[in-house]
C-alpha cells in the first residue's frame, strides 16, 4: 500500500522507507520518503499532509509521513534503502537507526 500512494505522485522519488511501532495501544508508522525534487515548502507542507492521509484511509493506522531531500535516505550496498523497520520494544536496537533517520531529516 505505501508503494501504491508513493507511485500516485510523480514528486514522491522510488526510495521510502517504513518503520512501525508496535509499542503503544494502537500501533504508529512513521513513512519517510525522498523528493524526486527540491520542493518549496509550502509544496512540501500540503504533499506531507496529502501522503499521510492516503497512507491513514489505506492502512487504518496512525502514520507520520517525513520527507527529505534527494538522496538522504540511507542506502545498503545496493544502493536500494532499506524499507521496513520494526520497533517492539523501547529497548529494541533499530530506535537507535530511527533516532538517526529523524536527526538527518
Known amino acids: 500500500e505505501i508503494e501504491a500512494v ?3 505522485d510523480h514528486r ?3 526510495q521510502y522507507q517504513s518503520s512501525g511501532d508496535r509499542r503503544p495501544a494502537l500501533p504508529e508508522m512513521l513513512v ?6 527540491p520542493l518549496a515548502e509550502d509544496a512540501r507542507g500540503e504533499l506531507v499532509h496529502g501522503l499521510a492521509h492516503a497512507l491513514r484511509e489505506r492502512l ?7 520527507l527529505g531531500d534527494p538522496g538522504e535516505l ?3 550496498e545496493t544502493g536500494k534503502a532499506k524499507r521496513v523497520w ?7 536496537p533499530v530506535l537507535a537507526v530511527l533516532d538517526g533517520l ?3 531529516a
Do not use: F
Open 32 to 37: 519517510r520518503a525522498e523528493l524526486a525534487e
Open 74 to 76: 540511507l542506502r545498503q
Open 86 to 92: 520494526e520497533v517492539t520494544s523501547a529497548d529494541d
Open 12 to 14: 514522491v522519488s522510488g
Open 102 to 104: 529523524e536527526a538527518r
Open 60 to 66: 487504518r493506522l496512525r502514520v507520520e509521513v517525513l
Open 6 to 8: 508513493r507511485l500516485e
